[in-house]
């Protein structure tokens, strides 16, 4: 039976890295490890993962599937713009795969900090926000 994404080829895909040492253990998520822990036969897991591509790492280098777990999004705040290479610099792991400079709208900063509306400084946070352009940025892992 094939994976029926390619998240799960992925998945599928790196739980078989996992079991053949190609990845370390701690390179993935507690999801890819249960499965590369399961009793799952090894062929299953390569029928699981085959795609018409060449490979996982394939797919990372053509950004054809990036993973939600692997992400990392940061914003740039508007006051901080001047130092976003340093910031940047801090993820030298990681590659720039989507950049976005915008001044957010009151609504839109409110949809983004929604899971700090109960906290006191929710309102002058999101007035903050949208009152300059800010940089959100999301970043993948050169290598896994």
Not at 27 to 36: F, H, R
Not at 46 to 69: C, P, S, Y
Not at 101 to 126: G, I, S, V
Request: glycine share 4%.
């Amino acid at each position: 039976m094939p994976a029926r994404s390619k998240a799960q080829q992925a998945l599928f895909g790196m739980a078989l890295a996992v079991r053949r040492g190609d990845m370390k253990r701690s390179e993935v998520n507690k999801e890819v490890l249960d499965l590369a822990d399961s009793d799952i036969t090894t062929k299953d897991l390569e029928d699981f993962a085959k795609t018409k591509h060449k490979g996982l790492k394939d797919h990372v280098k053509e950004n054809i599937l990036l993973d939600d777990w692997l992400k990392v999004f940061i914003v740039v705040k508007p006051e901080f713009l001047h130092l976003r290479e340093d910031i940047l610099n801090l993820f030298n792991g990681y590659v720039v795969i989507s950049e976005c400079f915008k001044r957010l709208t009151l609504d839109e900063a409110r949809k983004l900090y929604l899971p700090h509306k109960k906290e006191d400084f929710y309102e002058q946070l999101c007035s903050y926000m949208s009152s300059g352009i800010s940089d959100g940025i999301l970043l993948y892992p050169k290598k896994f």
